[in-house]
């Protein structure tokens, strides 16, 4: 349920809708599993993805924007880095890198589309590429331990304040893992505001954000100015 309440704002009175069930943030940490399979040239790259669980490629895809939160790489997972890193493929490096985890529904169709990459990319190669530097590609998994940090929103200025400052794995929880890993029809974020403020319009807005295009802290941005917008024009009505 929803409730509207009046606040005074700069000398004005307002009407602030308010949700009977808070948003109750949740930060997370990963805990990482290394597992015994490691390729050293792309043709057992592509038959090792074939082969690994699930949570192996949730982990070298969606779980990467964890790990590098602050920063927006030119590889934005494990696989495209690698190619490009240590293989010196860039060819088939930025194949990997424009591929949108997005655009899938399920970690078994990314898993398809992965092989399909690099499966075309070494039917047009005379030769199958090999580490040439350092390190094989090392499969890893991870579990996701979820956080509590104390904080709840219960008006959307209230849930805008919150994002502001909140640590990005809470960003990160509420809008990779609920949705991809944990199977939620959309973000916890946008089904809150739909569901407890009745916004109908800022959830479908927060719902078509695409989490992949930047780092957590450009998501962050982004979140934030769909919240602004919204404020902006909810005042400008009153």
Same mark, same amino acid.
């Given at each position: 349920? &929803?409730?509207?309440?009046? @606040?005074? #704002?700069?000398?004005?009175?307002?009407?602030?809708?308010?949700?009977?069930?808070?948003?109750?943030?949740?930060?997370? #940490? *990963?805990?990482? *599993? +290394?597992?015994?399979?490691?390729?050293?040239?792309?043709?057992?790259?592509?038959?090792?993805?074939?082969?690994?669980?699930? /949570?192996?490629?949730?982990?070298?895809?969606?779980?990467?924007?964890?790990?590098?939160?602050?920063?927006?790489?030119?590889?934005?997972?494990?696989?495209? !880095?690698?190619? &490009?890193?240590?293989?010196? /493929?860039?060819?088939?490096?930025?194949?990997?890198?424009?591929?949108?985890?997005?655009?899938?529904?399920?970690? @078994?169709?990314?898993? @398809?589309?992965?092989? +399909?990459?690099?499966?075309?990319?070494?039917?047009?190669?005379?030769?199958?590429?090999?580490?040439?530097?350092?390190?094989?590609?090392?499969?890893?998994?991870?579990?996701?331990? *979820?956080?509590?940090?104390?904080?709840?929103?219960?008006?959307?200025?209230?849930?805008? /304040?919150?994002?502001?400052?909140?640590?990005? +794995?809470?960003?990160?929880?509420?809008?990779? *893992?609920?949705?991809?890993?944990?199977?939620?029809?959309?973000?916890?974020? #946008?089904?809150?505001?739909?569901?407890?403020?009745?916004?109908?319009?800022?959830?479908?807005?927060?719902?078509?954000?695409?989490?992949? !295009?930047?780092?957590?802290?450009?998501?962050?941005?982004?979140?934030?100015?769909?919240?602004?917008?919204?404020?902006?024009?909810? +005042?400008?009505?009153?």
């Amino acid at each position: 349920c &929803v409730r509207l309440t009046a @606040e005074l #704002s700069e000398g004005a009175w307002i009407v602030v809708l308010t949700a009977d069930a808070p948003f109750a943030f949740i930060g997370c #940490s *990963e805990l990482q *599993e +290394s597992i015994a399979h490691q390729a050293d040239d792309e043709k057992e790259l592509a038959e090792l993805i074939e082969e690994v669980p699930l /949570d192996s490629i949730h982990f070298h895809t969606h779980s990467y924007f964890l790990r590098h939160g602050l920063i927006e790489g030119t590889y934005p997972n494990d696989f495209a !880095q690698w190619v &490009v890193m240590q293989i010196g /493929d860039h060819v088939l490096g930025e194949r990997l890198a424009v591929l949108d985890p997005f655009d899938y529904p399920d970690l @078994e169709n990314l898993r @398809e589309e992965l092989i +399909s990459i690099i499966d075309d990319h070494l039917s047009r190669s005379p030769i199958i590429p090999r580490v040439v530097f350092v390190q094989p590609f090392h499969f890893k998994r991870s579990r996701i331990l *979820e956080v509590p940090i104390g904080l709840e929103a219960r008006t959307l200025q209230e849930f805008r /304040d919150i994002v502001t400052d909140i640590d990005v +794995s809470s960003i990160y929880y509420h809008m990779f *893992e609920a949705h991809f890993r944990l199977r939620r029809a959309e973000n916890d974020f #946008s089904a809150w505001l739909r569901t407890s403020l009745k916004l109908t319009n800022l959830a479908d807005r927060i719902r078509s954000i695409n989490p992949y !295009q930047g780092s957590l802290e450009r998501l962050r941005s982004k979140l934030i100015s769909a919240c602004d917008d919204f404020l902006t024009s909810e +005042s400008a009505k009153s």
